[in-house]
């Protein structure tokens, strides 16, 4: 047994590309660096990779050589990912051979396609860290608990949450999005939320999930990176993506794809605490226009923070800041507002990220004193909630 | 007089991106890192910008006032470039009105576009320093010798040598490109040449001069800086570009549009001395085939030099590379040879330089022994020469 196949380039690279951004290759173990190829008597071969704390399995049917497919022999292969993608991916014509030469499991890759011949250089196989493997079987002696949700809800709720997760590891419990079932909606369909915080700023995003949700009130934290790399992978709004979420792992998988995390330790806020009661103004403004007046403004601001400031009054919205040394700006523009004028600090990029996830045509601003939380919500959808923490400015 | 106009931004934003990518914030004298806009009696904006060693001058007709154009008052303003260039950039809507208020030459620029008002420090346009003036004028103290070549040429032969310039800034006479008139074509044409050289490769491009050519035996070295920037200018393949070159300045001119450079010092090697003599093979290869095995064998090259080896047989090319701890690869590709079989090393960036540079269909490659320079010629062109030196593979 040692591998021998041959494959579709298209079919090939993109897998693993996708391979190589899960492989860790400045990790410890030199093995987490690779990309881990097996051929099966079925004449499937799976890629896989991981890079400790994500792990990635997908599957390509390619056949038996005896029914006229690309697997002639069957075995496995440890090869540096980011090389092999690399070279796959630059090969000319429609077809490669990979076949491992020397011993099972290590010695030489030999990639062929055209008038190109590589050696390269396999670990051993063996070693090879198990993918899903180890985690997930601690994690299954609990009842694994999962739910099926379309691929453009999730991507949305990923999109609406990933940018305000805290980026500080030292930050127990607010460094992962929290995963859990709400309530079912009107038309009586369970429904998935996804939650992120940083502490400055909260974001909360749902969708219908298409099946059954048998989360049974778990709340689960996911990573920035598995997040991240789930949002990459999904490739169409109709995909049906099943998540399964154990103790201490989830994975989510969508036909022959499949992507595993370990999941965050630690104790997300009771976000509801933060929530603000009923809101003392409303401010309505166009998403595209806030969106442009903040940019414009940010230009000026002298901090890091792109620290503006957002002047609320019956006729419209003023949005100014200033440096001490280049200048100032001022940014008029319409907006509705119910309520006595205030004006506040802002990060504007604070604001710009919900603009940018939501692609809000209109958003309306929920107001109370100056210093107090802001609720953010996108005009005519209440699945989805942003709140932001105004800034001080002296 | 206080400078007061108003020009469409599409008009004006791109003349304050160039401007900005020849300011230099980081110049000791802050004034380098502004923008110069002036407006005169005429009705003409001029926007100007000087990193030093070169200077750009932009024209644009806006019109007077009193005839229903964008200039209401003359005057200068000198504001940061890259602030200028972003705020302008970023306006919304057709107009952009700017006003300079405070003492002539200093003070605030205003700038109101939409709801949008800026009010950005501008600094003493009194004290901006000459644009094209002081170093012309000592030029100019000597006869301007002066020619006109198409824009589709002159960027083609900018093209084809900027990549082998020297980027030593030690390295005296090597770290500009030589510029000076090639003998006339047989079509009795003035032509002109760029050559550039680092020492281990050198490139030669000629193209026709649509007028007659003073350069008068003239040998012009132009600095990489002005070299880059002049291609990045060239909008057009029919433009008409007028090149003046005094003794210590060149200006390249279109229409509107001039920039101005100091002229680089020292002596170019006399390059005719490297030109090998009669070649002893010559192989002809498909361009983009070779520049494919190149690239895919580089992935498997040790050093940062892409350091490959190119055995030319009577059969075809193998091009191949090894790394001790990744593996080898090896390229088999079509090609013709006159002359005995050669083996000898190269550095694959090299030959990809004047494959990309060229865009060459076809590419003859003149080879005297083992580790003497190597001629690259494209098929059916006697415009361009290219010469690279062999590596010595251990």
Redesign the interface.
């Given at each position: 047994m040692s591998l021998n196949i041959s494959a579709p380039i298209g079919v090939l690279a993109p897998l693993l590309v996708r391979a190589k951004g899960i492989a860790d290759p400045r990790a410890a173990n030199p093995l987490l660096g690779c990309v881990l190829l097996n051929a099966d008597h079925d004449g499937v071969l799976t890629v896989s990779a991981t890079g400790g704390s994500l792990a990635l399995t997908q599957r390509v049917a390619l056949g038996t050589a005896g029914n006229g497919g690309g697997v002639s022999d069957t075995g496995s292969a440890a090869v540096?990912a980011a090389?092999l993608a690399?070279?796959v991916g630059?090969?000319?014509g429609d077809t490669v051979a990979l076949r491992l030469t020397g011993k099972t499991g290590k010695g030489?890759v030999e990639v062929k396609a055209g008038?190109?011949?590589?050696?390269?250089?396999a670990a051993e196989a063996d070693d090879y860290p198990p993918i899903g493997g180890e985690i997930p079987a601690v994690a299954r002696a609990v009842a694994d608990v999962s739910t099926t949700i379309r691929g453009g809800d999730l991507a949305r709720m990923l999109r609406e949450t990933l940018f305000s997760v805290c980026t500080d590891e030292n930050r127990y419990g607010l460094n992962g999005l929290l995963i859990e079932a709400a309530p079912a909606g009107d038309d009586g369909m369970p429904r998935l939320r996804i939650v992120s915080t940083d502490g400055s700023r909260l974001s909360w995003s749902e969708g219908p999930a298409s099946e059954a949700v048998t989360l049974d009130g778990r709340k689960s934290l996911i990573s920035r990176a598995f997040a991240a790399k789930l949002e990459s992978l999904i490739s169409g709004p109709d995909q049906e993506w099943t998540l399964t979420i154990g103790q201490r792992w989830i994975s989510a998988r969508c036909g022959d794809v499949e992507l595993g995390g370990v999941l965050v330790e630690g104790e997300f806020p009771d976000y509801r605490m933060i929530m603000p009661a009923a809101p003392k103004r409303i401010a309505t403004v166009n998403g595209p226009v806030l969106a442009?007046?903040l940019?414009?403004a940010s230009?000026?601001a002298s901090d890091r923070n792109s620290s503006v400031r957002i002047a609320f009054a019956e006729g419209g919205l003023t949005v100014s800041a200033q440096d001490v040394?280049?200048?100032?700006?001022?940014?008029?523009?319409a907006g509705e507002l119910q309520g006595s004028p205030l004006s506040t600090g802002f990060n504007a990029s604070y604001l710009l990220n919900v603009l940018s996830s939501t692609r809000a045509e209109s958003v309306r601003l929920e107001l109370g004193e100056p210093l107090e939380p802001v609720i953010v919500r996108v005009d005519g959808r209440t699945d989805a909630v942003f709140v932001v923490m105004p800034m001080r400015l002296d």
């Open positions: 540096d090389r690399l070279v630059g090969l000319s030489i008038g190109s011949r590589y050696s390269l250089s442009g007046a940019k414009r230009l000026m040394k280049a200048g100032s700006v001022v940014e008029e523009l």
